[in-house]
């Protein structure tokens, strides 16, 4: 009777334990895999990023560059706003196929949406002031289109700062150290 007592009492110990084990393992790999989420949507929205922020540089330099000189037409500026506006939206558009995992990746999705936005922006007022100028046939000094560029900047500069500003309390949401 007192062994079969104290084998049950074992039996119930190692099954409790057992379950502790296996319970605090799914915790883990939760975790583990929540993080890996994390690390890859960071990874994601700092590519898109960058490939929107290139493809306006270049952009920016190409109408800085060749029209000042006299060497483009609003035909090129036109087809290179279009082909800068089809990058920032296919960023756009990969980041909206991202699904986070938690209220802070959601947040700093968001917020990384909102900075694709001021890209788009930025390209249109450049280039539409660009191409209204050449249409109209008028000279346009560089330091015209370096103030011009400058104004756009610095919405682009604000969203950015609360870009990094959602990056931080993202990767302290989820215990990550973003280089």
Not at 120 to 134: A, G, Q, T, Y
Request: hydrophobic share 50%; glycine share 4%; net charge neutral.
């Amino acid at each position: 009777m007192f062994l079969r007592s104290l084998l049950r009492a074992v039996l119930l110990a190692a099954s409790l334990a057992t379950f502790i084990v296996l319970w605090c393992g799914a915790l883990l790999w939760k975790a583990r895999q929540r993080r890996a989420a994390a690390i890859a949507l960071h990874a994601q929205i700092t590519e898109a990023n960058n490939r929107a922020a290139a493809s306006v540089r270049y952009l920016h330099r190409m109408i800085r560059e060749e029209y000042v000189f006299g060497q483009i037409d609003a035909a090129v500026i036109q087809g290179e706003w279009e082909r800068s506006r089809h990058e920032v939206n296919q960023a756009r558009s990969d980041l909206w196929n991202v699904a986070p995992q938690s209220a802070g990746g959601a947040k700093f999705l968001r917020t990384a949406l909102a900075a694709h936005e001021s890209y788009v922006k930025l390209v249109e007022i450049h280039c539409k002031r660009m191409i209204d100028v050449v249409r109209e046939n008028r000279f346009v000094y560089s330091w015209d289109l370096d103030s011009h560029w400058e104004e756009g900047r610095k919405a682009l500069d604000e969203k950015r700062a609360e870009l990094e500003f959602a990056e931080r309390a993202f990767a302290a949401e989820e215990g990550l150290t973003l280089d």
